[in-house]
């Protein structure tokens, strides 16, 4: 006789995804292609603020073949993410987005039965050790700072500087001034305008209200006119020095071009910074030593570390493991946790007898020569 036990692992059958403004094409393709690959069919509400993007990615997947009905955009506001959360025929959700909306989504939805995985806020930090290769860490810092004007979850908004490294700042000053703030589709420009100026006008409130708490402006980015752009909602790079963790401007997420500067006479003074932070997305320390990358990569609690690099987005193999205050759930999206998370796992256990051998009625557990 023969009795084995296996495993497949099965669609759930309808998912959906809900997608930010920042990457209205890339964060969709985190979810679409494994969702679909694995079987499943998919719902994806765009943000209504850049509804365009995804249109043009379902006409491309109409014409790569995929059938009527596997995909599908629901647009709207709040009322399309209700309906998402309490579809009974929609089993998984996965989000990006901010805090508030995540909260909610993984609130309504998880109350409603379904998975979900919610991708939220960041407040990601960096630190700059006295033994690290200057140019390519001012030049890291910064870049990371400002590019896609800061709109990003892994953008790098804190920078705290150990011990010498201080002494750097002035370097940094002139790396980011040097940035050219424009049109997004002007050749040579690095920085475009923020999504709407209500948003910009956010970003420079904040930084106000660092300076009444005693910050200091070293690189000011708030009132840059790009010529031809009178209303654009433009936020050039700048740079906050004597910023300390208990001031608003650092406690909010920014989501703008803004580099927040501490300081710290010891790394573990800047680990407990860190980590004394609510969000968990991403760190990154810069340092030619070996033996302080392996502290840090230890000892500090977010989930994506970069050892100098300042932006630590995993490639596609790995999932996007962020942790406390930036994500809800228990599988995070892409990589291997995508695959468990669009699929259920169901286990079978069977015998085979090459013939009948009589015996007698079993109680216990089945096992080979007991059924």
């Known amino acids: 006789e023969y009795m084995g036990t296996y495993s497949h692992q099965q669609p759930l059958g309808v998912v959906a995804g809900i997608a930010p403004f920042n990457f209205p094409a890339m964060v969709p393709m985190w979810m679409i292609p494994i969702a679909v690959t694995l079987g499943n069919t998919f719902v994806l509400k765009p943000s209504e603020k850049v509804p365009g993007a995804m249109t043009m990615v379902m006409e491309l997947a109409q014409k790569a073949g995929i059938p009527d009905g596997v995909l599908g955009v629901l647009h709207g506001g709040k009322e399309a993410v209700n309906f998402i959360c309490d579809a009974p025929d929609i089993r998984a959700i996965s989000f990006v987005g901010g805090n508030e909306a995540g909260e909610y989504i993984y609130a309504r939805g998880t109350g409603n039965g379904k998975r979900v995985q919610s991708n939220m806020g960041a407040k990601n930090h960096a630190i700059v050790m006295p033994d690290a290769d200057k140019d390519h860490a001012l030049n890291a810092v910064v870049g ?43 050749p040579g420009v690095e920085v475009g ?96 030593s070996g033996v302080t990358a392996r502290k840090f990569e230890h000892e500090v609690d977010a989930g994506q570390v970069g050892i100098n ?42 015998l085979w007898k090459n013939h009948d051998q009589g015996g007698k009625v079993a109680v216990g557990f089945p096992t080979p020569g007991r059924i």
């Open 144 to 186: 990371a700072s400002c590019g896609a004007g800061g709109q990003r979850c892994m953008a790098l908004p804190v920078v705290i500087m150990v011990g010498e490294a201080q002494s750097w700042v002035p370097d940094m000053a002139g790396r980011a001034s040097s940035v050219k703030v424009g049109p997004g589709g002007a």
């Open 309 to 350: 690099v300042p932006i630590p987005v995993p490639l596609p193999m790995f999932s996007f493991t962020g942790s406390r205050a930036s994500f809800r759930g228990d599988l995070h999206q892409f990589g291997k946790q995508s695959i468990q998370f669009y699929t259920q796992t169901k286990t079978v256990t069977a």
């Open 193 to 288: 305008p923020l999504v709407t100026k209500e948003t910009a006008e956010r970003v420079k409130r904040l930084v106000g209200v660092g300076v009444k708490e005693g910050a200091q402006v070293l690189v000011d980015g708030r009132d840059i006119q790009v010529d031809g752009y009178a209303d654009g909602s433009f936020v050039g790079p700048t740079i906050m020095t004597g910023v300390t963790p208990n001031m608003e401007c650092y406690k909010e997420e920014l989501f703008g071009p803004v580099l927040q500067v501490l300081s710290a006479d010891t790394l573990d003074d800047a680990i407990s910074v860190i980590n004394s932070n609510p969000y968990g997305n991403g760190a990154a320390i810069f340092t030619t």
